[in-house]
Nanobody
Framework: QVQLVESGGGSVQAGGSLRLSCAASGRTFSTFRMGWFRQAPGKERVFVAAIFWSGGSTYYADSVKGRFTISRDNAKNTMYLQMNSLKPEDTAVYYC????????????????????WGQGTQVTVSS
């Protein structure tokens, strides 16, 4: 089993920045593929970014490319999401997700390809 705990959410004005963290515990962290998803009120949970722990390949949703950066610290078993130039449409609950399976790159955006989830952290961007 893997336990994931997000932190770093909050309220910020448009154009501001936040850094989310996802601390993992339990099974061997370095073998996991991890990602960030977000869910706005009344909408589906959607992909934001993903990282392969081995090698560090990263993937982003088009809506956040150039503004968000996903990274990880193997020694700390922690994944990060640096969010810059935030917009009101980035307002959502952000979830950390993880999985052990090796999948083709085009499947890392699929919610169902992640077995482990955190409880989420709220990000609110005001205009």
């Amino acid at each position: 089993q893997v336990q994931l705990v997000e932190s770093g959410g909050g309220s910020v004005q448009a154009g501001g920045s936040l850094r989310l963290s996802c601390a993992a515990s339990g099974r061997t962290f370095s073998t996991f593929r991890m990602g960030w998803f977000r869910q706005a009120p009344g909408k589906e949970r959607v992909f934001v970014a993903a990282i392969f722990w081995s090698g560090g390949s990263t993937y982003y949703a088009d809506s956040v490319k150039g503004r968000f950066t996903i990274s990880r610290d193997n020694a700390k078993n922690t994944m990060y999401l640096q969010m810059n130039s935030l917009k009101p449409e980035d307002t959502a609950v952000y979830y950390c997700a993880a999985d052990r399976a090796i999948v083709p790159a085009h499947l890392v955006t699929i919610r169902e390809k992640y077995d482990y989830w955190g409880q989420g952290t709220q990000v609110t961007v005001s205009s």
